[in-house]
């Protein structure tokens, strides 16, 4: 093998040793700025995502303008997929879709024909059925692209170019807002009136050190006293109920947030009857859902002083909410569905945006205004030396033709005789290579318009068009009062006197009312009877009533009923020692069989239900288990907080939890499964909050089969299987006194058979 061939490296591949969380750091912050950056955050510019811009752009490049014909979807996606944007086509129409949506986007983008969804959540038809074109917006976001308004960069396969921001003359990420999460941030960016941001743009042109405060007002119930920003306006409309203040403090550090209401009236159906009519939903609410969760809520039982709900909605929202009676309170009926319901909401804003394009941070009102202004004036000022350029390529070109028609019958004789034309006239007549190049790409039909008149007009008319051109640009004044003139022309646009531009939603404060009395409006007070059967189906029937008549499943019976209040809590503990908490106004209703309890709380499959009880504050109890052991337990401390409820007792297989009794007296009796019986005082039983226990009784076989608490001086009293009732005395008790622990004597003579005090 002396022959055999070395690689090149002689066997050293190359490995390079990388610190690990290093290499980690570097890879995660990779993706992380790559989701800031070109997914998740809009630019404060144009208020984009760049998903947004491209099917933008993408729609302006297939010439789907406002007053062009629609394309349909499926051709629009393609063109954005396959030139710009390197992701799936559902992402795409999913965006383009939802800039269509009247109920999600303020100010829609895209003007869409044929299905594309609904406030009820219900999604849009397939790309291949729906067409698209853009809006009077998008047109005004891509104003002066093709004039160097702004930079370009090649697209992810460098075979085409793509707009790096629009130049954006709709002030579109406040007006239309914006929400996303990106790695380790967010933003939340309610919408708000074009007409009001606007108006606070241009004050902010004449007073550039206003502040938030002189942008916004306080509305009243006379109105606004200025046309400046009062706060979100959501498409949906509804009632914001935020306070002036907390909304002054949002927009100065952008972070806080806006509750919204649900705008209702009450409709008189005559006789002192009456009727909810809501007309608005809270902004991002699908009423599908909202009416699906309040019908559920009925259900329950959580509403009670609501009847029924209907949707009656058309094209406009409407719907109807029926009292339990006309004379329930609307206002309190309301306030008790907005705090069970999405009838309101809070919508937080986060103005997290990428300044100037690449710097991720929260910005305030004023902020997110100033840097919209700055880049509104420079995409002036580069249009403006895009149009001078222009201006100045035309006007050479006027002069070269100037030269044409005063010497015209020479341009053509040495057109006609020269080998080199171009070279013949540069040097004749002193014009450059721009001007000879004009003159021969001449057709023609054009010579008999080539009068000097004309092209003295054009040329000077461009002159002054030049010279004013570069006025505007000498004077920063200039340029500001021209932008201001461009933002005064879209608030006329979109003003609050068009159907657009009104303003949607309105201010109000949330009514004062007593929380103790929507709390009591929540859960109705009324007589029930709790049922649970032996195979764990529980339900509560109207009022205190008979249980021996209720029917039940096949091969199910009754294994416990007491009466209780929709109001109380009810404590379920099972074999394995824990404690389970439901209200007794989440029971299903006596129709049927009610609902298997293992679906409410998370029962363990081996465990059964030893007993259920109403919780009564401040009691004690006394847990036993089969093997003999107990201790005493304040009811409070069982309270369980959730599904997975609270361990009690401990207990290992096969001992189980027997039963629970209240702690009464200075006494307690247990007896055995082998009938023997012993009494001792129930200041030896320890109070825990969790635990095994202490022993009660001492068992050679079997275990306990029963335990009460009782007052020694009164004696101990137990009640036959015939329901006579039975005393020994103290002193008729002496044989069976003793410690626990012990394992007692047999029980006296008139004992039930069954070994328990109930007989």
Partial sequence: MGNEILPP??????????????????????????????????DVRDGLKPVHRRIIHGMSEIGVRPNAAYKKCARIVGDVMGKFHPHGDASIYDALVRLSQNFAQRYPMVDGQGNFGNIDGDSAAAMRYTEARMTDVAALMIEGLGEDAVDFRATYNEEDEEPVVMPGAFPNLLANGSTGIAVGMATSIPPHNAHELCEAAIHLIKHPEADVEDLMTLPGAD???????????????????????????????????????????KEDLGRGNYQIVVTEIPYGVQKSRLIEKIAELLIARRLPLLEDIQDESAEDIRVVL?????????????????????LEQRFSMNMNVLSQGKVPKVMGLVAVLKEWLGHRREVLQRRSNHRLAAIDRRLEILGGLLVAYLN????????????EPKAVMIARW???????????????????????IEIRKEFDALSAEKAGIEALLASEEKQWQTVAWEIGEVKKTFAKATELGRRRSTFDHAPETDVEAIHQAMIEKEPVTIVLSE????????????????????????????????????????????????????LPGGRGHGEPLRIMVDIEAEQDVV???????????????????????????????????????????????????PVVGDHVAVIGENRKLLTFPLSQIAEMTRGKGVRLQRYKDGGLSDAKCFVLEDGLTWTDSAGRTHTRSKDELLEWRGD??????????????NGTFRG
């Fill in 611 to 661: 007993t259920a009880f109403v919780h009564e504050p401040g009691r004690k109890l006394l847990i036993v288990s089969t093997g003999g052991n107990g201790f005493v337990v304040e009811e409070d401390a069982m309270v369980a907080n959730t599904r997975k409820g609270k361990q009690v007792m401990n207990v290992t297989m096969p001992a189980e939890v027997k039963l629970l009794t």
């Fill in 408 to 419: 015209l019958d020479e341009v053509i004789k040495i057109i006609r005789e020269e080998d």
């Fill in 9 to 42: 490296d002689n066997g050293d591949n190359h490995i390079d040793a990388v610190d690990l969380r290093k290499a980690l750091e570097e890879r995660y912050l990779a993706y992380a700025l790559s989701t800031i950056m070109h997914r998740a955050l809009p």
């Fill in 322 to 342: 029926v009292p339990k009676s006309r004379a329930v309170d609307p206002a309190l009926m309301m306030e008790s569905l907005f705090k069970l319901t999405d």
């Fill in 430 to 452: 002193s014009i450059t290579d721009v001007q000879a190049e004009a003159i021969l790409n001449m057709r023609l039909r054009a010579l008999r318009k080539l009068e000097e």
């Fill in 740 to 753: 626990r622990a012990m394992a007692g004597r047999i029980a006296p003579k008139g004992f039930p058979r």
């Fill in 535 to 586: 195979k764990g189906w529980i339900r509560a029937l109207k009022g205190h009533v008979d249980t021996s008549g209720v029917s039940f499943k096949d091969g199910d019976s009754l294994k416990l009923a007491f009466p209780a209040q929709t109001t109380d809590k009810l404590v379920i503990v099972t074999t394995g020692g824990k404690a389970f908490t439901l209200g007794a106004d989440k």
């Fill in 223 to 265: 109105g606004p006293k200025a046309n400046m920003i009062q706060g979100p306006d959501f498409p949906t409309g509804g009632i914001i109920v935020e306070d002036f203040d907390s909304m002054v403090e949002t927009y100065k550090t952008g972070r806080g947030g806006f509750r919204a209401r649900a705008r209702w009236e």
